[in-house]
């Protein structure tokens, strides 16, 4: 199982970024899936999440309503479509995958599989 994240970078406050998790060995429907971020000095935290069989999204409340979740099955990548950028979502975003079976909309305490990290920078 691999997790190859893109699409950080930096933007200025208000702006826009797409994240990319392209997923290799395994079927992105049959795991659980999700982003995490870690931003300088803070715990890493749940961004955004979906349950096995794409049956439950979540979002962080920071989130809601600006970021998207979402997956292409074709191309087997998760993406992360974050609108509306501020400060505070500057932080390293990770990709995270797990086998863990469970279809409620909440992130797992844990995954097993995370992605390099990218970082994404808001300032103006």
């Known amino acids: 199982v691999q997790l190859q994240a893109s699409g950080g970078g930096s933007v200025q406050p208000g702006g826009s970024l797409r994240l990319s998790c392209k997923a290799s060995g395994f079927n992105l429907p049959d795991y659980a899936i999700g982003w995490f971020r870690q931003a300088p000095g803070k715990q890493r935290e749940g961004v955004s999440c979906?349950?096995?069989?794409?049956?439950?999204?979540y979002y962080a409340d920071s989130v809601k309503g600006r970021f998207t979740i979402s997956t292409d099955n074709a191309k087997n990548t998760l993406y992360l479509q974050m609108n509306n950028l501020e400060p505070v979502d500057t932080a390293v975003y990770y990709c995270?995958?797990?086998?863990?079976?469970?279809?409620?909309?909440?992130?797992?305490?844990?995954?097993?599989?995370w992605g390099q990290g990218t970082l994404v920078t808001v300032s103006s």
């Open positions: 979906i349950s096995n069989s794409l049956i439950r999204t």
């Open positions: 995270v995958a797990d086998k863990t079976y469970y279809s409620g909309s909440f992130c797992l305490d844990s995954y097993d599989y």
